[in-house]
Structure formats: C-alpha cells, structure tokens
C-alpha cells in the first residue's frame, strides 16, 4: 500500500466505498481479496472503484481483460488513487452483463476531489466475461450535452428582456 490514506477496510460492518449501501465486507471486499468472483459486470465496477479509493492497484491491473491489459498505466493509475479524495460511485445504467452473456455496460460516474477541485469520471464502461470470470476491456467518456437555450439570444442593441426600457448592453449587460 502506496500511501495511509487508503487503509484497509477494518471493521466487517464498514459500508462499502462503492455506495452500494451494503457492508465492505457483503459487497467488495471477498472480490478485492479473491475470495470470490465479480458475479455481474456491476460488480466488478464497483469492486474496482473501491480499489482506487484503497489504493490496491494490482487489483486494478489484474481485472482488466488481457486483450487490452497493455492500455493500463499502472504509475497513473497510483497517483491518481493516491491524490484523489474519492467522494462516491454513482452507478446510472447497466447492460447485458447477466449469468448467459459474455459482455457487459456499465455507465457510472466516480465523483472524486483533486487539488480542492471537486470532480467526475463519467464513463460507458465495457466488460468481458474470459473463462467464467468478468474482466474490465475499455471505456468511454460520456459526453456532456450540450447547453441548449431556452430562449433567443439577446443582442446588445436591442431592448432588455428585464422591461427597464433601455437598450441591453446599457441596461443587465452593464451588470454582468
């Protein structure tokens, strides 16, 4: 272990990083040892969520599939275990992933803090079953939708939408 701030979870009745709600050790915690494996795509995500926020990096290395094990940047992937003050997992859809399938989606959001800047990893991930075993293969950052207006843009001659009487840029374009 890289650094104390990522201690093992100690207590059976600690809730899960993973804000899955259930215990540490009902949870993640028999899939980070080995004891059992990942039984859902799902679960393999949350399991290796609550790596990074332990700071147990050969777990993160050793779930990724193999056919792209070489995409992993094992130095990155401990700092930024490290660094990061990890805040939750939000789990917001899964896909396939069931007893009959091969592969699986996860689309989740590891909300973290990095430098006093509170962010997110929003990402579609893909998972892949190998000889009855569950493995992460890749991912995609989810885009941000676009700000759409809701109302015509007002330029800065034309009279203030607020009914003052003056001209925009004269008037809340000042104040801006």
Known sequence: MEDTQHATQESDDAVCPCTSGQSY???CGPVLRGDEPAKTPEALMRARYTAYTQGEIDFIVDSHHPDTADQVDREASASWSR?????????????KGGPDDDDGRVEFIA????EGADLAHHEQAVFRR???QWFYL???MVKQKPVVRDQPKVGRNEPCPCGSGKKYKKCCAAAA
């Open 25 to 27: 050790e009902m949870c």
């Open 83 to 95: 660094k990061a003050e990890w805040l939750g997992l939000e789990v917001r859809h899964t896909e």
């Open 111 to 114: 909300r973290y803090r990095l």
């Open 130 to 132: 190998r000889e009855g």
């Open 138 to 140: 890749d991912g995609e």
